[in-house]
């Protein structure tokens, strides 16, 4: 859903909010490697500009910066979802910085606060996001919040090559490959 790039005020007068646009796909890009950074992963994030355009302008994921007197100091990242589980939609944050300098004044919390209220004001039931094991003092953030974590689970992912080859196995008889959205239900 794009939004416009109109500022979102807050309880601290020098802190605001405001929506990427695909022309901040270079920003997207600039946090997603500070984020990379702190979590021992920057050679994880493999994003290009030109791809975090193409998803901002696609509307497959969107951001939104918070700024302290005018300038960027945190960002988050995010998608909507759904989930058979709880027959309901949900948001995912794919990512979330605060600045180092700005850690401890609040702005975390008024950015998880503002995509809480984003997430019930779409009809959202969860907002979820995942956070390494070791990084305490953000866990620590997070359960502050009142925030769980869901234990018991592993996260599973394909990576683009193992995603090809396993696409590569279906068959659905035509000579395509590719089942029509009439024949994908076909009997097993």
């Given at each position: 859903m794009a939004r416009s790039s109109t500022l979102i005020h807050t309880n601290d007068p020098n802190f605001t909010l405001r929506f990427a646009t695909p022309d901040d796909a270079g920003l997207v890009l600039s946090?997603?490697?500070?984020?990379?950074?702190y979590q021992k992963m920057a050679d994880r994030i493999v994003a290009t500009e030109d791809g975090l355009r193409s998803l901002l302008a696609a509307s497959k994921g969107e951001a939104v910066f918070g700024r302290y007197n005018g300038e960027p100091v945190a960002f988050?990242?995010?998608c909507q979802t759904s989930s058979a589980f709880i027959g309901q939609s949900g948001m995912y944050i794919d990512g979330f910085f605060v600045d180092e300098s700005m850690r401890f004044k609040g702005l975390g919390k008024i950015m998880m606060a503002y995509l809480s209220k984003l997430a019930v004001e779409r009809g959202c039931k969860r907002l979820e996001w995942a956070c390494l094991d070791w990084n305490q003092?953000?866990?620590?953030?997070?359960?502050g919040?009142?925030?769980?974590?869901?234990?018991g689970m592993t996260i599973y992912r394909f990576a683009p090559d193992v995603l090809q080859s396993n696409a590569a196995l279906f068959s659905n008889g035509s000579s395509s490959g590719v089942a029509s959205a009439g024949q994908a239900g076909g009997n097993t």
């Open positions: 946090f997603m490697r500070k984020l990379g950074n988050a990242y995010f003092p953000t866990i620590a953030f997070y359960k919040l009142g925030a769980y974590s869901v234990d």
